[in-house]
């Protein structure tokens, strides 16, 4: 049954079909992989061991 004459109307009566993306795996090798937080960015505790690697021996302190 249509409410109006729109040409839209039986368009606009269809069921949406939006799924949420898969999330995606994080890289091999990465110091990410298996972690259960990642969501396509380093979580806190793999970032600030990342930044520890990248400073150098002494951890940057």
Known sequence: MNFTNSPYEPFMKQPTYHRPPEPTPA???????????????????????????????????
């Open 27 to 61: 890289p091999r090798g990465s110091e990410c992989e298996g972690c259960s937080y990642w969501r396509g960015l380093r979580c806190v505790t793999c970032f600030r061991a990342y930044l520890r690697s990248r400073a150098g021996p002494g951890g940057g302190r």
